[in-house]
């Protein structure tokens, strides 16, 4: 034991085994939305399309990784007591930067996320990686670890997104793939081939999303069966 | 008073924040396995709702408001200035309770801490910023919208301690199912959106 803490010491930042199960295993085996459940409520409302869907990602990547870092570097500073808090005053003050940033460069985005970027502060995967992980740990290993939950998160608000979208809309990222009129790369008016398609107008309404989360985590348990629920 | 209770309909049952916006999800999920401790979440957001909207409303107006007592709009300041109110709020609540019921403390305790991210409470004072209610109806908005969830958070707990005896596929167990029967509440929900309360 005392030997690897004198490696690690001499090597600084590195990137071995345990690094990488930091990054990934929030990818798979411990997935924010569909193992630990948590941040569902941004997940759900801002995955009507893939563009908002990727503001919102990359915003709680952001917010993840930061967070982690500030909070594992004042680990000892900060008194048990008021540790929420603090850690609340610390996501709510990233979060205010992200809203600034978006508010002068993303306009468009900002009008359409409304209150759901605020509501990144009571997103439970950032709290909740404070709280069990950057508490305890290095900086270091809490950046890695808050960029593994966030890209998590990231990956399937981006999958729901899509499948949302193009079920929805017949749109993949605003291109118009599929669809009544003229502007669609497959018209369905003119061609006889997809003549019967439809655009789902549920897929665009909020339970959808549900839906579609409850298949990806069927899909994932099915796939990964020791996640399965045995209680 | 009418353009009250319209309020505290339309936020408990027409836009209700667990069903039509999916607020609060995570403790809407993780403490709805029996009836029991969802009613007491339930009550505990209740609280918090009908306390923090108020607040929120005098800071955003008198605080940070152009016309308020710093004289420039101080807006920004907004996302911490009111997790900062919830979380104290939540805090004396919680010491409140425990010295003078200690019983109610008992079935609450775990409860409260979890209110401070459940976004519900966050969502509903955002919500009241953005429709511009006067105080009167912030504080039935609270109460309306603390209802709605509480409504929620009940029927759901009692549908999963129903489903917990039905032959549900082994993945889809649990959280999956979780989420599907909240998707189908939120389509009855939906079937209330487009009434106007103030045409009755």
Known sequence: MADT?????NQGIQFGKKERKLLTDPLNDNNPITVQVLGICSALAVTTGMKNATVMAVAVVFVCLFANVITS??????????????????????VTVVELVLKAYAFESYKQLSVFIGLIITNCIVMGRL?????????????????GNGIGYGIILLMVAAI???????????????????EYAINTLESSLFGWYQGNNLMVLFPSAMFVIAVLIWAHRAWNPKLVDVS | ?????????????????ALSYFLGMCSYLAVSKTVKTAVGLGLAVIFVLAITMPINWVINTWLLGENGIFGTDLTFLRFILFIAVIASMVQLVEMVVEKYS?????????????????????????FMVSKEYNFAEAVSFGLGGGFGWFLAIVAIAAIREKIKYSAVPPALRGLGMAFLLTGLM??????LMGIDPAAY
Request: contains cysteine; aromatic residues 10%.
């Open chain 1, 73 to 94: 570097a004042l680990r000892k500073a900060i008194p048990k007591q008021v540790r929420m808090i603090v850690q609340l005053v610390i996501i709510a003050t990233l």
């Open chain 2, 186 to 191: 939120g389509m009855a929900f939906m079937g």
């Open chain 2, 102 to 126: 200690p019983s109610l403390y008992n079935s609450l305790g775990i409860f409260l801490p979890l209110i401070t991210v459940n976004c519900a409470i966050l969502g509903g004072s955002l």
């Open chain 1, 5 to 9: 803490a004198v490696v690690e010491k």
């Open chain 1, 164 to 182: 949302r979208e193009f079920f929805g809309k017949g749109e993949f990222y605003g291109y118009k793939i599929i669809g009544p009129s003229p």
């Open chain 1, 131 to 147: 709280e069990a992980f950057a508490m305890a740990n290095k900086p270091y290993e809490s950046a890695l670890d808050g960029l």
């Open chain 2, 1 to 17: 008073m009418g353009e009250l209770a319209n309020i505290f309909i339309k936020s408990a049952f027409i836009e209700n924040l």
